[in-house]
């Protein structure tokens, strides 16, 4: 190889180099740009992601006291419901009680047991504790205990049972009568006429435009 051919490789190897030095940094130059553009995109993201969580945060607090308020309002809708239901279902008690009490007398004396007095809404406080009779019947050897109800439960029978026990503790008065009981309803409960049969006590439902007592002819009331 002859000096001029040496010198023009060399050249040539040299241009390579710049030309690849070049190329090298180049690519550093858009390596950079492409690295500050994904930052700038990165920041700008990160605070868009920032002002949507903010945005979320703000949107589920306003939504949880919308809830808050709307439960709150709906609490205080089935409150003042259940106090007119309660308010309606003792309006049909009483309503109950003023159509059974006529017709008292009647009834037990076509069973054998004259009565003599009716009383509505009997009370009594013993030790602390109160008992209230809804209708109480007499006569010189009787005391009719009736539990009158819009509509009449198994529960309702259990709780009037309940009371015939405690009585004459609370109504001192009667120690010597006999003591019977009797449950009243408009709307009868499946089975809950058997259940209070079974039970000892007279069944008193309506009928037509009155009431009648429902147990058979052989039936015979408990006593306490």
């Known amino acids: 190889m002859t000096d001029q051919q040496l010198e023009r490789t060399i ?3 040299w241009e390579m180099f710049k030309e690849t030095d070049r190329r090298f940094k180049e690519t550093d130059r858009k390596f950079k740009e492409t690295e500050r553009f ?5 920041a700008k993201t990160d605070q868009k992601f920032k002002e949507t969580d903010q945005f979320l945060k703000e949107k589920f607090e306003e939504t949880d006291r919308l809830l808050e308020e709307k439960f709150r309002k709906t609490d205080e809708k089935i409150a003042e419901v259940t106090t007119a239901i309660g308010d309606l279902g003792g309006k049909w008690g009483r309503f109950v009680e003023g159509l ?9 004396s ?8 009716v009383h509505r ?3 009594s406080t013993r030790n602390g504790d ?4 809804d209708i109480l019947a007499i006569n010189g050897g009787y005391a009719v205990l009736i539990e009158a109800k819009s509509t009449l ?3 309702d029978v259990n709780e009037h049972i309940e009371r015939l026990k405690r009585f004459k503790e609370f109504f001192p008065e009667y120690a010597g009568h006999r003591v019977i009981g009797a449950v009243a309803g408009i709307v009868l409960e499946e089975d809950v006429d058997r259940y209070a049969y079974r039970q000892g006590l007279f069944v008193i439902g309506q009928s037509g435009e009155t009431v009648q007592i429902l147990n058979d002819e052989k039936f015979q009331p408990r006593e306490w």
């Open 121 to 123: 809404r009997s009370e």
């Open 110 to 117: 076509e069973r054998g047991i004259p009565i003599e007095r």
């Open 11 to 13: 050249q040539e190897i």
């Open 130 to 133: 109160r008992m209230e009779i």
């Open 100 to 108: 059974l009490e006529p017709a008292v007398k009647r009834l037990f």
């Open 153 to 155: 439960k198994v529960e």
């Open 38 to 42: 994904l930052k700038e995109k990165f």
